[in-house]
């Protein structure tokens, strides 16, 4: 059930989020829904009770596959999944798996008993600030190590993988982010030492209702009265309903391929998020800066202000797939192998200094939010002329303040 929304708020933003509609950064997506990876296959989810993880699991049990298993750490993710499955009656044989993927026992007893024939592998840990300081250890556990038992289970295995990755794994500014990119590594380097194995990366941008996302929480800030807090009025992000990116997940997974892939998905113009606000704002029917204010609250560690969805090195072309673009990597990930076995054994040893030295070991391109911050120091005129334009144009300005604890991810 859905709570009522204040007088005078809109009630599309009153929807939950995935019937509320995104921004409009593309054209909207005529790409159906492929059942080609999947049909009459024996299918495992990883991280089935994420927000990515639990779209993959509805979509899937819809194209008929042979069996579906649900694995998630979480309890209360995996039993809220699994009782929508449960009231959609679309899929009979399926199961629910209490186990986490850094737990590689667990893992190989697993895929003995389900004898998966592809693998989604949605299970991350993704909340940037949170991941900046000593939780990096578990940042590095789970997004590297059990990326690396899976991707070996399934080379083992002869079993098709696909791989959920982010655009924060591009020259990242944060400790999640140089995570991602080492799974990322290490998942070509293994896919290149068997090429037999079908594994698939897929890459895509921020996800429109995804835990941390940035929309239920301004909302919830506009229920209240405001402010609406945005972290700099020049920072964008790559916007897309979680429906479209793993439908468009599900195609890459259909597209005939040899051994290793890159895909990235398009996701049109990056949004300006202080646009996304002024916009929720006035669609609740109210007046900016004036009955609700915007307090632009500063950049958080690990965050930057513009996310890229690919190298420069990564020559993107076409794909049989609207909206799917296949990458050529011009990179060779087996230099890294080593040191991301340090990085695994520092991480056991929760040691965080060692692990930030191996990341970055790992990961050269690297940029803290400090030094990103320091080489756009000198555009911060032309900003705030900007930013006094759009002050002027409400009749007030907006303040200046310090999140006491915003809780949810702009990132």
């Avoid at 509609?21 to 909207?28: D, E, F, G, K, N």
């Avoid at 299918?43 to 649900?70: D, F, N």
Wanted: proline residues 6%; aromatic residues 6%.
């Amino acid at each position: 059930m859905t709570s009522p929304c204040l007088p005078g708020l809109d009630p599309v933003f009153a929807l939950p989020v995935s019937q509320a509609p995104r921004p409009a950064s593309r054209s909207p997506l005529r790409q159906t829904i492929s059942s080609d990876g999947v049909r009459g296959r024996r299918v495992l989810v990883t991280g089935a009770g994420g927000s990515i993880g639990s779209e993959l699991v509805k979509q899937i049990s819809r194209l008929g596959p042979k069996s579906l298993c649900l694995v998630d750490s979480c309890e209360f993710n995996l039993y809220q999944i699994s009782y929508a499955i449960d009231l959609d009656r679309t899929i009979k044989n399926w199961s629910a798996c209490i186990a986490d993927v850094r737990d590689e026992a667990a893992m190989l007893h697993l895929f003995m008993r389900e004898s998966p024939e592809i693998v989604f592998h949605a299970a991350a840990l993704k909340h940037v600030p949170l991941l900046e300081k000593h939780n990096v250890v578990e940042a590095v556990l789970t997004n590297v190590l059990g990326t690396k038992i899976i991707m070996d289970l399934c080379a083992a295995s002869h079993v098709d993988l696909v791989v959920i990755s982010t655009d924060k794994a591009v020259n990242p500014s944060s400790q999640m982010g140089m995570t991602k990119r080492v799974a990322e590594i290490y998942v070509h380097d293994c896919a290149l030492r068997h090429p037999e194995t079908r594994v698939s990366l897929v890459r895509f941008g921020n996800v429109l209702g995804s835990s941390g996302s940035v929309v239920p929480l301004f909302r919830k800030q506009i229920e209240m009265g405001g402010p609406v807090t945005v972290t700099h009025p020049d920072m964008t992000r790559y916007l897309m309903t979680i429906e479209d990116a793993v439908r468009l997940t599900l195609a890459a997974a259909s597209i005939p391929q040899n051994s290793y892939a890159l895909y990235v998905l398009e996701m049109g113009n990056p949004v300006r998020i202080f646009d996304l606000a002024i916009e929720m704002i006035q669609k609740a029917g109210k007046q900016p800066f004036v009955d609700i204010d915007v307090a632009f609250v500063g950049i958080r560690p690990g965050e930057k202000l513009h996310e890229e969805l690919h190298y420069e090195w990564e020559h993107l072309t076409q794909t049989s797939a609207e909206g799917v673009r296949a990458g050529i990597p011009l990179f060779d990930p087996r230099p890294k192998l080593r040191h991301i076995f340090e990085l695994i054994t520092a991480a056991q040893a929760r040691d965080c200094e060692w692990v930030r030295r191996a990341l970055i070991q790992i990961v050269p391109e690297y940029r803290s939010t400090s030094e990103l911050q320091d080489r756009v120091v000198h555009s911060d005129a032309a900003t705030a002329k900007r930013r006094q334009k759009q002050q002027h144009a409400h009749g007030t300005r907006p303040r200046l303040q310090r999140p006491a604890q915003v809780g949810m991810s702009v990132s």
